[in-house]
């Protein structure tokens, strides 16, 4: 069942095209990577299907409704974990207090949470490995662990779709990898349908359905086996893109830094 439809998608930022003519569609259930440069669209295009961002041409909907004028009961189907800035350690906010957040949709601001709300705080810091930590204050976390409370914050609300931009950005490599790993399991788990937004091509090889390649307009979206070609993402690029195959997996090498 078609769960995401992007139809002849333009935004336009002080009248400089960001995105121009992207035309794809996303299944319930599906896991897809969007990838491309710095300033390629990618965090446009989803806050496009957020409503934040209103196209300038064409449209985008998510559950057959225009994203720009989605209601509270769509918007709470859709989880959001933005890039991760960096977090003050002194701020005083604890791992209970950030994931519960991402229940004021549903609570109301002016109301208090209930019984019900703390256990699927519980249940969401459960699935990310984090239960152990809900009273510690969330800015003495490592980044690995600050990731996982941010997700529990978008889990919480019990979505259906989960967007997620540079998940991996700030952290060592084997805490990307158990990162991915983890979407990865949420996704299949919870029968999530995911968006991610991600530099780290080599990482998300083996877990996507599919892959969406983004400079500004859509140059190719399907299988990884399918798309990752040095032709197009040396055009994506605007370097030398190598793509070789190791071991039964494919790696891509753009330039002279190997994503892995």
Same mark, same amino acid.
């Not at 559950?63 to 002194?90: E, M, S, T, V």
């Not at 950030?98 to 705080?121: A, C, E, F, H, N």
């Not at 950005?169 to 349908?193: E, M």
């Given at each position: 069942?078609?769960?995401?439809?992007?139809?002849?998608?333009?935004?336009?930022?002080?009248?400089?095209?960001?995105?121009?003519?992207?035309?794809?569609?996303?299944?319930?259930?599906?896991?897809?990577?969007?990838?491309?440069?710095?300033?390629?669209?990618?965090?446009?295009?989803?806050?496009?299907?957020?409503?934040?961002? &209103?196209?300038?041409?064409?449209?985008? &909907?998510?559950?057959?409704?225009?994203? =720009?004028?989605?209601?509270?009961?769509?918007?709470?189907?859709?989880?959001?974990?933005?890039?991760?800035?960096?977090?003050?350690?002194?701020?005083? !906010?604890?791992?209970?207090?950030?994931?519960?957040?991402?229940?004021?949709?549903?609570?109301?601001?002016?109301?208090?949470?209930?019984?019900?709300?703390?256990?699927? !705080?519980?249940?969401?810091? &459960?699935?990310?490995?984090?239960?152990?930590?809900?009273?510690?204050?969330?800015? =003495?976390?490592?980044?690995?662990?600050?990731?996982?409370?941010?997700?529990?914050?978008?889990?919480?609300?019990?979505?259906?779709?989960?967007?997620?931009?540079? /998940?991996?950005?700030?952290?060592?490599?084997?805490?990307? =990898?158990?990162?991915?790993?983890?979407?990865?399991?949420?996704?299949?788990?919870?029968?999530?349908?995911?968006?991610?937004?991600?530099?780290?091509?080599?990482?998300?090889?083996?877990?996507?359905?599919?892959?969406?390649?983004?400079?500004?307009?859509?140059?190719?979206?399907?299988? /990884?086996?399918?798309?990752? =070609?040095?032709?197009?993402?040396?055009?994506?690029?605007?370097?030398?893109?190598?793509?070789?195959?190791?071991?039964?997996?494919?790696? !891509?090498?753009?330039?002279?830094?190997?994503?892995?």
């Amino acid at each position: 069942m078609k769960i995401i439809e992007v139809k002849k998608l333009g935004v336009k930022y002080g009248g400089i095209g960001v995105l121009s003519g992207l035309s794809f569609d996303i299944e319930e259930g599906d896991y897809i990577g969007i990838i491309g440069p710095n300033g390629s669209g990618k965090t446009t295009l989803l806050k496009s299907i957020l409503g934040i961002v &209103r196209p300038d041409n064409g449209s985008v &909907r998510i559950f057959d409704c225009a994203c =720009h004028k989605l209601r509270c009961h769509h918007k709470a189907k859709i989880g959001y974990i933005p890039q991760k800035g960096q977090i003050d350690p002194n701020f005083p !906010v604890t791992v209970r207090e950030t994931v519960m957040m991402g229940r004021y949709s549903s609570i109301g601001l002016l109301r208090r949470p209930t019984g019900r709300d703390m256990d699927l !705080v519980i249940d969401a810091l &459960r699935e990310v490995g984090m239960e152990g930590y809900i009273a510690a204050p969330l800015g =003495h976390l490592s980044g690995g662990q600050q990731q996982r409370v941010l997700i529990a914050r978008a889990l919480v609300q019990q979505p259906e779709v989960l967007l997620m931009d540079e /998940p991996t950005t700030g952290i060592d490599t084997p805490t990307q =990898h158990s990162i991915i790993k983890l979407i990865s399991n949420l996704q299949k788990d919870l029968a999530l349908t995911v968006l991610l937004v991600t530099h780290d091509i080599n990482m998300i090889i083996p877990y996507v359905d599919m892959m969406a390649l983004i400079n500004t307009k859509l140059y190719a979206v399907g299988k /990884p086996s399918e798309v990752l =070609h040095e032709k197009t993402l040396t055009e994506i690029y605007g370097k030398q893109v190598i793509v070789t195959t190791k071991e039964g997996g494919t790696y !891509v090498i753009v330039g002279d830094y190997h994503y892995v």
